[in-house]
């Protein structure tokens, strides 16, 4: 009994969809739509140059990430294992200093013309 | 349809998505009925359903670079057509918690859920059309997409589970569940 309810209510539902389908928009919407397509493409101008900057930055991103993860792991474990005062990247462009605390009187002496020990601040 | 003809309608989909405007016009012509078919069937004649219709094919245009080309552009746009469907249905739902002016699906739903006011043996068909109508629309968007694909378009279990992206076990279920609820909306027609 249940069976040919349900299919009867299948069929009203299908009869009564049919009764109101429509199988095209009302004239005309192929020009609407054609308008819609052109003001859309105007309006985003794609690709534009800041979508690919995007796109490009959005590749580039997890390569930085990992390359700055990287080294500020091999940083840290240089740090630990060795004495060097020079930074792994300092190393890794061939800036490293001797690890003498002498070189800086250079800097004292370049900046304020006076030898390390001679401080500028209160040396009054 | 076979490989070749699939790869000309890309290629008209591909020359419309670049500024062809005889393409995008054959386009229209070649698949505004399967369109119309589903949305008119989802949303109802009106502004909407034109809205929807015209934004289908403005999707199909921008999707095209991910396109795969492993389903037919029938396929392809039908199922852009429910989504952007859903999409509409979900909108409604929000305008008419949040602003409450006009019919949205909870007043369909109540309408339609009182046997008392509809099927009287004077009505025509028609008529009979606006109850199912209004009985389908009360469905929430995904209910109604699988009612629409199974029992108007008559698309097997499985076609609609690819159109809608769900196992076939969900469209099963959700089919099962919507027609239990119409069937106790449009039972007091079918018991005189």
């Known amino acids: 009994m249940n069976e040919p309810t349900k299919r009867s209510v299948e069929q009203q539902i299908r009869d009564g969809l049919n009764a109101s389908r429509q199988d095209g928009f ?3 919407f192929e020009e609407r739509a054609l308008s819609r397509w052109k003001a ?3 309006a985003v101008a794609w690709p ?3 979508s690919l900057i995007e796109y490009r930055a959005q590749r580039l991103l997890p390569l930085a990430v990992a390359a700055s993860l990287i080294l500020a792991v091999y940083s840290a474990r240089a740090g630990t294992d060795s004495n060097q005062q020079s930074s792994i990247v300092a190393r890794a462009l061939g800036w490293s200093t001797s690890g003498d605390p002498s070189r800086s009187s250079d800097l004292f002496e370049s900046i304020y013309g006076l030898p390390q020990s001679e401080s500028p601040v209160g040396g009054r | 349809m076979d490989l070749e003809a699939n790869q000309a309608e890309r290629a008209l989909v591909a020359r419309a998505a670049v500024g062809d405007d005889d393409a995008f016009r054959q386009l229209v012509r070649a ?3 399967a369109v119309a078919s589903v949305v008119i069937a989802m ?10 219709g015209q934004e289908t094919f403005v999707r199909l245009l921008r999707a ?3 396109y795969r080309g492993d389903s037919s552009v029938r396929t392809f746009i039908t199922r852009i057509a429910v989504n952007a469907s859903l999409d509409m249905i979900a909108k409604r739902k929000r305008s008419a918690r949040f602003i409450r002016l006009g019919t949205s699906d909870d007043d369909i739903t109540a309408t339609a859920s009182d046997p008392s006011s509809e099927f009287s043996s004077q009505h025509d068909r028609q008529e009979e059309a606006n109850i199912v109508r209004r009985a389908v629309d009360s469905l929430d968007g995904k209910h109604r997409a699988v009612v629409v694909l199974r029992v108007l378009e008559e698309r097997s279990t499985k076609e609609a589970a690819e159109l809608l992206g769900v196992p076939e076990g969900t ?3 959700r089919l099962t569940r919507a027609m239990k609820k119409l069937e106790a909306i ?6 005189r």
């Open chain 2, 186 to 191: 449009l039972r007091p027609k079918i018991d």
């Open chain 1, 26 to 28: 009302a004239a005309g």
């Open chain 2, 171 to 173: 469209v099963m279920s």
């Open chain 1, 40 to 42: 859309e493409r105007a």
């Open chain 1, 48 to 50: 534009t140059t800041l």
């Open chain 2, 31 to 33: 698949h505004e009925s």
């Open chain 2, 43 to 52: 949303l109802g004649v009106g502004d909407d359903a034109e809205d929807v």
């Open chain 2, 64 to 66: 095209l670079p991910t």
